[in-house]
């Protein structure tokens, strides 16, 4: 039996047992979103993104003359690099703002944005979005001639671009800049970007968005936030400086994402945190006028459960914020400098069912990649103090519901020196991770860690390591593993300074540079490729946990260990 089909179990036996009617329910209405499940995120984005090749009506938005025409270069999502045709476009009308052109657009149309300074804007439910008909705001010059640097007048004003219970849009190539700094100034709005919902007053989730090619920084709390939301391609950005909290912040029961070659940089907390957080999502569920009549909020599971059943039985499955985060692919990112505050560099709260694959994390000043459950209280019983005994936990009904469960982490490369963190983590909730190819250096203990939730179904392999910790008594409940992270096919003992003498150019130098409106790679970077005849990366990976690409989009001739191929 799979992780999916063990957590409808799980849920349809707490449900039974919460619900002696459960048996009659009738099927969801309305239908259910269906997701592209797939390891490859260009067949994702293929299925999933379906983008007109012309526009219906071409908007212009200049604080300067009117334009007649503009060029855009042909948008293609899986395109690396400047790629697809320029087009010239005639303009069908001028506007001097963003928000008013984003009230005019319409599904199907471009808003066509020329070098200047402008404040955000909002866009909510149009009905004439849809496949082949996406409303996709364009920032044209050169990288950072679009700034966007104040908040759009909606919603308090906490957000700069702001898409609230919207659906097939795309955002590409705006500087959205804010005004904090790590740890030190939160001015300003709250978020450059938000995708929102807003499911307790439109009972809706926003779906179909594309975020590509921005530069949103400096914010007071996040570079990105989402809640409510389905499929959503976060692509080719780059989310830095958050004062408070995250460069980036995935949450409330999304699901169905694909996050690849982003730059996550020098913010407070987390890198990326993606925590799908089950008490914020089912209080958001709470606020639907169809739910007044459920009891109120309790901390139980028979509490969470019933409310998930009735959702589901109102809105249809993952068609509402479940606390779960289904179906993502998290590949190719850059995560560097941030955590000063805590948190995990890729901290994962909730997440199953998904693929975590050649990532570089290095210079972070906390966890690694972490998976836990945001301490929710509905699983609380089950994971304080959790198992002790094999038998325990290999009852359905004892399983956590809303950990990280089923996650697939491959072939990446996390490098630190962090006591009391660790580089991995499968804990609090979390089960059935397949962990394999990483590089997982932590100088100080531990590299990986998991605990008695964590060892369930465990599958690690062919991994590069420092110290394994077994905490809360895993170790007594091996037996429930598939493959232990400290068996002969992994290395273990291996510090940064053995891993630098295997590696092109090892270094702590950040990634990017920021210069005046938009970043560069920064020169004296780290190339964590393997030497061609580097004996503990070379050729060492599983092949049959082998992504066909490396961190850079280079296809593995080989088998190497970490987040990027030899040459």
Same mark, same amino acid.
């Given at each position: ?221 996040? $570079? *990105? ?7 959503? =391609? %976060?692509?080719? &950005? #780059?989310?830095?400086?958050? +004062? ?105 709260? $909730? *997440? ?7 990532? =570089? %994390?290095?210079? &972070? #000043?906390?966890?690694?990649? +972490? ?197």
């Amino acid at each position: 039996m799979n992780l999916r089909a063990r957590f409808l179990l799980v849920l349809a036996v707490a449900v039974v047992a919460s619900d002696p009617c459960a048996s009659r329910l009738r099927p969801a209405k309305p239908a259910s979103p269906v997701f592209v499940v797939t390891p490859d995120s260009d067949a994702w984005v293929e299925a999933s993104f379906h983008v007109q090749r012309s526009y219906a009506h071409v908007l212009a938005v200049t604080a300067g003359e009117a334009p007649r025409r503009v060029r855009v270069r042909r948008l293609d999502l899986n395109a690396r690099g400047a790629a697809g045709e320029e087009m010239d476009l005639a303009v069908d009308r001028t506007f001097p703002t963003l928000q008013e052109a984003a009230n005019a657009a319409r599904g199907g149309d471009l808003v066509a944005v020329l070098p200047g300074r402008y404040a955000g804007f909002w866009v909510g439910d149009d009905p004439g979005a849809g496949d082949g008909r996406y409303l996709h705001f364009k920032a044209l010059g050169a990288p950072g001639a679009v700034t966007i640097d104040g908040p759009a007048h909606a919603d308090g004003e906490r957000w700069m671009v702001l898409l609230q219970a919207a659906h097939h849009v795309i955002l590409e190539g705006f500087e959205i800049a804010g005004e904090g700094r790590p740890g030190e100034d939160a001015r300003g709005p709250w978020a450059g970007i938000m995708l929102d919902g807003d499911f307790g007053r439109s009972g809706k989730l926003t779906h179909h968005v594309a975020v590509v090619g921005n530069f949103s920084h400096n914010h007071a709390a996040w $570079g *990105l936030h989402s809640t409510d939301t389905h499929t959503v =391609l %976060l692509q080719d &950005n #780059l989310f830095a400086l958050s +004062a408070r909290e995250h460069s980036a912040y995935v949450s409330d029961g999304s699901d169905d994402y694909v996050i690849r070659r982003n730059v996550f940089f020098g913010s407070f907390a987390s890198g990326l945190q993606v925590n799908l957080d089950p008490e914020a999502s089912l209080d958001e569920v709470m606020k639907h006028p169809a739910l007044r009549g459920y009891p109120p909020p309790q901390p139980t599971r028979a509490w969470a459960v019933g409310l998930f059943r009735r959702a589901v039985e109102l809105f249809g499955e993952n068609n509402f914020p479940d606390g779960r985060g289904l179906n993502f692919i998290i590949e190719e990112n850059v995560i560097n400098g941030n955590g000063r505050r805590g948190g995990g560099a890729l901290n994962l709260a $909730g *997440l199953s069912d998904s693929r975590i694959q050649n990532n =570089l %994390l290095y210079g &972070n #000043l906390a966890h690694g990649i +972490a998976q836990w459950d945001n301490d929710n209280p509905f699983d609380r019983a089950a994971v304080t103090p959790g198992p002790s005994r094999a038998e325990e936990i290999d009852d359905p009904a004892a399983l956590p519901l809303w950990g990280c469960h089923g996650n697939v982490i491959r072939n990446n490369t996390v490098i630190m020196a962090n006591p009391g963190r660790a580089a991995f983590q499968a804990v609090h909730g979390s089960f059935g991770s397949v962990v394999y190819n990483n590089v997982l250096i932590n100088d100080e203990p531990s590299s990986f860690e998991v605990s008695n939730t964590g060892i369930y179904r465990l599958d690690a392999g062919a991994n590069v390591l420092n110290t394994v910790a077994y905490t809360h008594g895993a170790r007594a409940l091996a037996s429930l593993a598939v493959a232990l992270p400290d068996d002969d096919r992994s290395v273990q003992g291996v510090t940064r300074e053995r891993f630098a003498a295997e590696v092109r150019r090892y270094g702590e130098a950040p990634w990017v540079l920021i210069e005046g409106h938009w970043w560069r790679e920064s020169p004296d970077r780290p190339d964590f490729r393997p030497l061609a005849g580097s004996a503990l990366l070379a050729g060492r990976a599983d092949p049959g946990q082998l992504p066909a690409l490396d961190l850079e989009g280079t296809r593995r001739r080989r088998a190497d260990v970490g987040a990027l191929a030899a040459w």
